[in-house]
């Protein structure tokens, strides 16, 4: 089985409260985790697409990505806009972490699904949208490219990982979706928002893509199971 939940925000420092988004996010930790433990075995995978913990350095992050890796199933993290803490891939495989793989220009393949993906970036009509997001935003099209590429052509199905949403702020898909597109992809999963802000989330089968919004408040605090 395949699962995902994203930005789960964990913070064992206790320094940065999510409930400032609502009463639905008190113990968002523990709410995640007993759903977790109750879904997910060993031979499952679990997709969380980047805002992993709230660390600034590495060494902070440690805590909560034990705790993760003590969870059940294998895990594929890719970067989001508050995962500060992300290092060099090889730096972070220096901490032996036993079930978590890191994405970036890389890609994974279980059973006969690979899935790639890279953090993504706001649309260019975002409000201050300027000469540096350009830059970034360019990159990480680039980097998704590159990690699709690695994917071998005879695996026959794709998933896609972004943390950010990959449509504009009229709800169209972005240039994100044309390298999607071009790679084949089935399903791509992302998150990035809450709140108020799942009013910009899109769902469905776009341009013969399924999207799918995994952020976790967005799911209740419960992994979705994605079928592919």
């Not at 109750?38 to 997709?47: E, G, Y």
């Not at 009509?125 to 990159?139: A, L, V």
Request: negative net charge.
């Amino acid at each position: 089985m395949i699962y995902a939940i994203g930005d789960l925000h964990f913070d064992h420092s206790k320094q940065k409260p999510m409930d400032i988004f609502g009463e639905n996010w008190i113990n968002h930790k523990e709410k995640i985790v007993e759903d977790w433990r109750s879904k997910v075995n060993d031979q499952d995978l679990v997709l969380v697409p980047g805002d992993i913990s709230w660390a600034l350095k590495l060494e902070e992050a440690v805590p909560d990505l034990e705790l993760i890796d003590r969870l059940p199933g294998h895990k594929l993290f890719i970067k989001g806009n508050h995962d500060y803490w992300w290092e060099s891939i090889s730096r972070l495989k220096s901490l032996n972490l036993e079930s978590i793989t890191f994405i970036r220009n890389s890609s994974f393949v279980y059973k006969d699904v690979g899935i790639g993906g890279t953090r993504g970036w706001m649309s260019r009509d975002s409000d201050g949208f300027d000469d540096g997001d350009e830059k970034i935003y360019r990159r990480e099209i680039l980097r998704l490219d590159a990690s699709l590429s690695t994917i071998d052509k005879g695996i026959p199905k794709k998933i896609a990982m972004l943390h950010y949403p990959p449509f504009d702020g009229k709800l169209r898909p972005n240039d994100f979706v044309d390298v999607l597109v071009r790679h084949n992809v089935d399903i791509c999963i992302y998150g990035h928002l809450h709140a108020e802000g799942h009013r910009y989330s899109v769902e469905g089968l776009i341009e013969g893509i399924e999207f799918k919004m995994v952020a976790c408040d967005f799911l209740d605090f419960k992994l979705k199971e994605i079928d592919i």
